[in-house]
T-cell receptor
Framework: AQKVTQTQTSISVMEKTTVTMDCVYE???????LFWYKQTASGEIVFLIR??????ENATVGHYSLNFQKPKSSIGLIITATQIEDSAVYFC?????????????FGLGTRVSVFP | GPKVLQIPSHQIIDMGQMVTLNCDPV?????FYWYKQILGQQMEFLVN????????KSKLFKDQFSVERPDGSYFTLKIQPTALEDSAVYFC?????????????FGAGTRLSVL
C-alpha cells in the first residue's frame, strides 16, 4: 500500500528567502510518480512540479525544484526567492506504477507563510 | 495550465436530498477523478472514470454515490441521499492518461454543505 508523509505542519519564512519542505513516501512498486501541488487561500489546487521515479535528475520548474533522494524514499520541495503569493498549503502526492487510472495519494500538507 | 471547471462553487442542501456536482474536464483528457477534502485535511481519492466506466473506487465512495459522463458532457458526481458527513469540498480532476503526461489537473472545488 502506498503512503505519503509530510511531517512539517507549518513553516514561516521571510520574503526572498528559500524554503524547503519534506516528504517521504512508501511504495512497493519500482515505478512511481511524485507530484507537488499547492492549495491557495481560495482553495484552488495548482500543480507545481513532478518527478518520475526512473529519472535521476532533480526536476526544476521556475523557482520550484525537487530534492529526490530515492534510497531514502524522499522528495523534498525547494522554493527559492519566495514571494508573498507563495503563501499556501503544499501537498506532496504519489501515484504508483503504470496504472494510468490510479488516483493520487496525498500527504497532509505543509502550510507555508511568507512574510515581508 | 489546463483548466478544469466545477459548477457550482458552493451548494447547500438538506440531509436526505439529492445533489449533483458538475465538472467540465480539460477537453482532450481521458481520465476523470473525484476527490473529497474535509476542512483542514488532505484530499482523499473517491473514484476514477475512464471510457464510460468506473475504474477504481475507494471505501469513501459509498453506495449513495454515483458518477457518469453522458455523451461527453459534464462529468458528474451524484449523491443520493445525502448525509451530514458528506459535507466537504469535492474536487474534480482530469488527466491525459499517458504515462508521460499523467499529471492530474484539479478544478477549484465545490463546497457541499449538508444541513
Amino acid at each position: 500500500a502506498q503512503k505519503v508523509t509530510q511531517t512539517q505542519t507549518s513553516i514561516s519564512v521571510m520574503e526572498k528567502t528559500t524554503v524547503t519542505m519534506d516528504c517521504v513516501y512508501e511504495t512497493q512498486d519500482s515505478s512511481y510518480f511524485l507530484f507537488w501541488y499547492k492549495q491557495t487561500a481560495s482553495g484552488e489546487i495548482v500543480f507545481l512540479i513532478r518527478q518520475d521515479s526512473y529519472k535521476k535528475e532533480n526536476a526544476t520548474v521556475g523557482h520550484y525544484s525537487l530534492n529526490f533522494q530515492k534510497p531514502k524514499s524522499s522528495i523534498g520541495l525547494i522554493i527559492t526567492a519566495t514571494q508573498i503569493e507563495d503563501s499556501a498549503v503544499y501537498f506532496c502526492a504519489m501515484r504508483e506504477g503504470d496504472n494510468y487510472a490510479q488516483g493520487l495519494t496525498f500527504g497532509l500538507g505543509t502550510r507555508v507563510s511568507v512574510f515581508p | 495550465g489546463p483548466k478544469v471547471l466545477q459548477i457550482p462553487s458552493h451548494q447547500i442542501i438538506d440531509m436526505g436530498q439529492m445533489v449533483t456536482l458538475n465538472c467540465d474536464p480539460v477537453s482532450n483528457h481521458l481520465y476523470f477523478y473525484w476527490y473529497k477534502q474535509i476542512l483542514g485535511q488532505q484530499m482523499e481519492f473517491l473514484v476514477n472514470f475512464y471510457n464510460g466506466k468506473v475504474m477504481e473506487k475507494s471505501k469513501l465512495f459509498k453506495d449513495q454515490f454515483s458518477v457518469e459522463r453522458p455523451d461527453g458532457s459534464y462529468f458528474t458526481l451524484k449523491i443520493q441521499p445525502t448525509a451530514l458527513e458528506d459535507s466537504a469540498v469535492y474536487f474534480c480532476a482530469s488527466s491525459p492518461g499517458l504515462v508521460s503526461q499523467n499529471t492530474l489537473y484539479f478544478g477549484a472545488g465545490t463546497r457541499l454543505s449538508v444541513l
